[in-house]
């Protein structure tokens, strides 16, 4: 069973600072998915990347995908109360659809 | 707007008592999901749908159902729910696009057994 291990699981911080969130596996993804979450709602997408060693941005938050394609990372500059919520990291194995999610994590950014 | 609907957003039931979660879709996603999540924790997929096709997770437990009667709805029944299966349960769609699988997630049914 291949595992997506995210770190860290908790991260509070203050606003306007940067931080950092990491995806690994010792498998290989065809895609990997990032989605942020508000409490009591759905995950929403935020990026997909699919690229070994691509880098995707979207306003104050950059994406990287590994160049062999098993980890991937999530910046944030100048955090916001406004990116407050859970980042989940997801895979694509080839396996029809089915997506490996990591463990979550759960940021809290302070005014 | 394209989108994923779930009904109802909440739900409560009794212990024991049968219920049934809806979502539906416009996307036109061949594929379909059913995921458990309890607090702060990663979705846990139940069972997803690639077009008719049932796809069940090993781990799930009978109690847990589920119903695709056309493309654009899908149906959870829990049998005989426990205190131990309220959670969130959110529904999701995908389809193919160069080999990959983006999943759009709908807003969730929050589950209270009482």
């Known amino acids: 069973t291949q595992l997506l291990e995210q770190s860290p699981q908790f991260l509070s911080i203050q606003e306007g600072e940067n931080l950092t969130v990491y995806c690994n596996s010792s498998?290989?993804?065809?895609?990997l998915q990032w989605y942020r979450q508000e409490p009591g709602e759905g995950p929403v997408l935020l990026v997909t990347?699919?690229?070994?060693?691509e880098v995707k941005k979207l306003k104050r938050l950059t994406f990287q995908f590994g160049d062999a394609r098993k980890d991937s990372s999530l910046h944030i500059t100048a955090a916001q109360p406004g990116d407050t919520g859970l980042y989940l990291c997801?895979?694509?194995?080839?396996?029809?659809?089915?997506?490996?999610f990591g463990q979550g994590t759960e940021l809290s950014v302070k005014p | 707007d394209a989108m994923v609907i779930q009904n109802p957003r909440y739900q409560v039931t009794q212990f024991g008592k049968p219920v049934t979660l809806s979502c539906s879709q416009t996307?036109?996603?061949?594929?379909m999901y059913w995921y458990q999540q309890k607090s702060s924790q990663a979705p846990k997929l139940l069972f997803h749908?690639?077009?008719?096709?049932?796809?069940n997770e090993a781990d799930t437990p009978d109690n847990f159902q589920s119903r695709r009667p056309n493309t654009s709805f899908c149906f959870l029944d829990i049998r005989s729910p426990g205190l131990g299966d309220a959670a969130m349960y959110l529904c999701?769609?995908?389809?193919?696009?160069?080999?990959?699988?983006?999943?759009?997630f709908g807003p969730g049914t929050r589950l209270t057994v009482t």
């Open positions: 999701a769609t995908s389809r193919e696009l160069a080999g990959n699988y983006e999943q759009y």
């Open positions: 498998s290989v993804f065809s895609s």
């Open positions: 990347v699919v690229t070994g060693g």
């Open positions: 997801a895979g694509d194995d080839n396996q029809g659809g089915k997506l490996i």
């Open positions: 996307l036109n996603h061949n594929v």
């Open positions: 749908y690639y077009d008719k096709d049932f796809n």
